[in-house]
């Protein structure tokens, strides 16, 4: 599956969404060894910019605040309090980030995924190829085969297009249609009532598009079965659609030169600046 990915040492954009390094801390609380998270994160980071050699390379964090709380305040509401100590390993992260010196990047009011969007926009726009490292389904929607923009699950899973609709039943085209219909209960995007992600499908295998559902009268469009909740939920379907689309316009001011990498020297970097008290 990594043959997927851009040639190792090509001229290529990796976009990392560094909020999925959080995995190593819950791994390492679950195990009682949360100091040892954050040198297995800095190893993991180091390894992929070793393995890819990347030519330049975006860090994305989350920013204060957000734009989907605003418009809707129940958004990811339901997830647990965050676990004492972790906000420890985001901060000794940061630190390990700034002190490397690695082109990390956020934006007030947005997450990592916008902040990755606008990197991959920034790709796509110089003819770039681009591989989004996360497990993060929400990127799926700006995987593009014509553009050389993929997603990599940091491990041995690459997803181009093909791989997306072989999973999701949609092109990424159509991934954000089918989100707001089914809805994310991990993010508290309701969907259309009573909808999962068959009836999703099911609605979008009509072929028509989702803006065109939504008009006045689109609902007759749909199998009757179909047609009184779609009318019933517009404005929520709406509202999710809305919230499960990433805005790749967050960072204006953002550069391709900000963001050009020596990707050997910047692993060695960041193993500098792990913790040397701590065997890893």
Same mark, same amino acid.
């Given at each position: ?38 040198g ?16 330049? +390379? %975006?860090? !994305?964090?989350? *920013? &204060?605040?957000?734009? $989907?709380?605003?418009? /809707? ?64 389904k ?10 050389g ?13 093909? +791989? %997306?609709? !072989?999973?999701? *039943? &949609?092109?990424?085209? $159509?991934?954000?249609? /089918?989100?707001a ?76 030169e ?13 193993? !500098?600046?792990?913790?040397?008290n701590?065997?890893?």
């Amino acid at each position: 599956m990594l043959d997927k990915l851009p040639p190792q040492g090509s001229r290529h954009l990796l976009a990392i969404d560094v909020p999925g390094l959080r995995s190593y801390w819950y791994g390492c609380e679950r195990r009682g060894n949360q100091a040892d998270a954050i040198g297995y994160a800095i190893d993991e980071l180091a390894r992929i910019l070793k393995a890819r050699q990347p030519t330049h +390379a %975006i860090f !994305a964090l989350e *920013g &204060v605040g957000s734009w $989907r709380k605003d418009l /809707l305040p129940s958004y990811k509401s339901k997830r647990p309090p965050k676990p004492p100590g972790l906000d420890a390993f985001d901060v000794d992260l940061l630190s390990a980030l700034h002190n490397a010196g690695v082109p990390y990047a956020r934006s007030a009011g947005h997450e990592a995924d916008d902040v990755i969007a606008a990197g991959v926009r920034l790709a796509v726009a110089n003819e770039l190829p681009a591989a989004i490292v996360s497990n993060d389904k929400d990127l799926l929607q700006l995987v593009d085969d014509d553009r050389g923009v993929v997603a990599w699950d940091w491990d041995e899973t690459v997803f181009d297009a093909g +791989a %997306i609709e !072989a999973k999701w *039943g &949609v092109p990424p085209s $159509r991934f954000t249609e /089918l989100l707001a219909l089914m809805g994310d209960t991990t993010d508290g995007v309701p969907g259309a009532d009573g909808w999962g992600k068959a009836k999703a499908l099911e609605v979008l295998a009509t072929e028509k598009p989702l803006a065109a559902l939504l008009l006045a009268g689109g609902h007759w469009h749909l199998p009757r079965k179909f047609q009184s909740t779609l009318k019933a939920n517009v404005d929520v379907i709406r509202t999710c659609w809305e919230l499960v689309k990433l805005r790749s316009d967050c960072l204006p001011t953002l550069r391709l030169e900000q963001l050009e990498i020596d990707p050997l020297d910047l692993a060695s970097q960041l193993l !500098a600046c792990k913790p040397d008290n701590r065997p890893f």
